[in-house]
């Protein structure tokens, strides 16, 4: 469930976003969230199907629900750092933040953990610190014709 406050803006340009939640709901309801703030989210209804789309598609950040089919969200980001080539900044999502959970998380070079329920501001907040500190300073303006949309992805740390 996303609990609705008024959100700043965010970046003009389109950063895609792999949205993965096993519940719809919650799924569609932060899609409608950062298309509102800018993002181009990209739904999956599990990790592996979010694994699949971010070997795929250019995808500048992924925000995991804990707790799915197939791969958890730490699975799923642990198969990803495994296989990219490059930073993906991740934040995960769940309704049971433990001591232990918090330390995989972070071991798993998560930029943060989210409680659930979500509540949309956090949810655009953190997503534009993530991407701010990856891909540098976002523009204020929509990109003009024939320009970029959004950033190159960077390259892979180390």
């Known amino acids: 469930m996303v609990t609705e406050t008024r959100a700043n803006p965010t970046p003009a340009a389109p950063f895609t976003v792999v949205v993965a939640d096993d519940d719809r709901g919650t799924r569609e309801a932060l899609a409608d969230v950062l298309r509102a703030q800018g993002f181009n989210p990209v739904l999956a209804a599990d990790g592996g199907e979010a694994v699949e789309i971010v070997q795929v598609q250019l995808v500048h950040l992924v925000l995991f629900d804990m707790h799915m089919p197939r791969l958890t969200g730490l699975e799923a980001l642990t198969l990803l750092r495994q296989t990219l080539d490059r930073v993906l900044p991740a934040v995960l999502m769940t309704a049971d933040a433990t001591t232990e959970l918090m330390r ?55």
């Open 104 to 158: 995989q998380a972070f071991s798993a070079q998560v930029y943060s953990v989210i409680p659930k329920p979500v509540k949309a501001n956090v949810v655009v907040h953190t997503l534009a610190r993530a991407i701010a500190q990856v891909y540098g300073p976002h523009p204020t303006t929509t990109p003009t014709a024939g320009g970029p949309t959004a950033p190159t992805a960077p390259p892979k740390a180390g």
